[in-house]
């Protein structure tokens, strides 16, 4: 008999119908009878033998038992779609922003009552199951330029601990380069401001990294927090290790500290927000005109009302050790603008003007006119090598592909030794742009 292959079905139909015969016949004969079974099924010799000397013939498996899906299509389609428009958050922060964002949504498409309240009630874990599918294709690529100045160090402090304050203004500053696959030239920066209390984010654009244009862009900024500037904290880099900036504090009356050179923790709280507020943006192409620093900063007037207004963000109050592990406790999700709301020392007026543009906009749209915008911004960005492959390019925001940066080769021949002794053919690791 020549070997065939059969379906579940007409399987367990010729099973049971050996079984009979296998039953009845004599010693001699069943050799013969387990060769053809397994010739037929394809199974191993020993698991026919159980199959056969078993009680009772083998039978069709029943319904698959199990949990039913509660989920259907259209609950899974309609949070992937809140997913993606909001930058694909974690799921606890998710789950706080879908009852803001299901109303906008039910105006773009259908959402049948009982799929909008399961949505609702949905739990972080099961959001994390539902879209696991999708998460596996997304990957991300981060690196920094940032050097270490070195004037006026001595007047600065080093603040290496948390501020532990209760009220708003207290900051941590941070310049991300937009040089592309090179440092040369005049080129964009992002200069990146959050708050430690609240976690609002303000972020703008400038043409090189000059002591005075750092310095206007940093007044810029103070001017649309809803709250007074009290302190800022930085790193060591020269744009902001300088005396302009120093006199500029000191008449703002604005604390002024600075964390350890290549100590990216002292400054963990800005290193987070340059990937999810800019890298996860706008991606690594190089900007180096003023056409496209104008369009950078047109991006970040949309950008910075739908993290601050409608993106729930949560804080780490504590960290418990247990055994080998460190556990971290988070507080409730909240929108930047509702942990301002709570601060009794924000400036009322702002607040009020905030909360009313926060009911008026939709979601959805802004999203709309943030990708619209980076269309235009991406129209601008200067490319000197040619777009990667999709074997090798990494996603950015919106599953956009970005230009990898290559690590140097590794250096032949022998290493000079310095310090600790070095390995032949060993390679220095790339620093990254957002702290762990």
């Known amino acids: 008999m020549g070997a065939t292959r059969v379906g579940p079905q007409a399987r367990t139909e010729y099973l049971a119908r050996m079984w009979e015969r296998y039953q009845a016949a004599p010693t001699t004969k069943r050799g013969r009878l387990l060769d053809e079974v397994c010739e037929v099924t394809r199974y191993h010799r020993k698991a026919a033998v159980r199959l056969l000397n078993r009680a009772t013939p083998p039978r069709a498996r029943g319904p698959r038992r199990g949990r039913p899906v509660r989920y259907g299509p259209g609950v899974v389609r309609a949070l992937r779609t809140i997913w993606e428009a909001a930058g694909y958050p974690w799921s606890v922060r998710l789950r706080a922003l879908i009852p803001t964002w299901l109303p906008w949504l039910q105006h773009r498409q259908r959402v049948s009552a009982p799929d909008a309240t399961l949505l609702a009630t949905m739990s972080a874990r099961q ?16 690196y920094g330029g940032t050097k270490p ?24 500053i941070d ?61 060591n880099g020269p744009e902001f290790i300088n005396a302009h900036l120093v006199r500029y504090c000191a008449t ?140 090798d390019a990494s996603l950015g925001r919106g599953g956009r592909a970005v230009q990898p940066r290559r690590s140097a080769p590794a250096p032949s021949g022998r290493l000079r030794r310095s310090g600790p002794r070095a390995r032949p053919g060993q390679k220095r690791s790339l620093t990254d742009d957002e702290a762990a």
Request: glycine share 4%.
């Open 175 to 235: 310049l991300v380069t937009h040089s592309g696959d090179r440092a040369d030239g005049e080129f964009a920066y992002t200069l990146n401001l959050t708050d430690i209390q609240t976690t609002w984010v303000e972020s703008g654009a400038v043409l090189g990294k000059g002591q005075v244009r750092v310095c206007t862009q940093l007044d810029a900024l103070r001017r649309q927090l809803p709250f007074a500037l009290a302190g800022i904290d930085s790193d």
């Open 252 to 391: 703002q009356q604005i604390q002024f500290t600075r964390g350890r050179p290549y100590k990216k923790d002292d400054n963990a709280h800005i290193e987070q927000k340059n990937w999810t507020h800019v890298r996860k943006l706008v991606g690594y192409e190089r900007y180096d005109t003023a056409e496209a620093v104008a369009a950078l900063n047109a991006v970040y007037a949309d950008h910075r009302l739908l993290q601050n207004l409608f993106l729930p963000t949560v804080k780490l109050l504590r960290k418990e050790r247990v055994g080998s592990k460190v556990r971290r406790r988070y507080d409730a999700p909240q929108t930047p603008l509702a942990r301002v709301q709570a601060c009794p020392t924000a400036n009322r007026l702002k607040v009020a003007a905030l909360v009313a543009q926060q009911r008026q906009l939709d979601p959805f749209e802004l999203r709309a006119r943030i990708d619209a915008g980076l269309e235009r911004l991406f129209a601008l960005a200067r490319r000197a090598r040619p777009a990667p492959s999709s074997s």
């Open 127 to 142: 959001m994390d199951r539902v879209l696991a599918p999708v998460k596996r294709t997304l990957k991300k690529r981060q």
């Open 149 to 172: 100045g070195t004037l006026l160090k001595h007047h600065i402090p080093i603040k290496t601990d948390r501020w532990n304050v209760q009220v708003p203004g207290f900051t941590e």
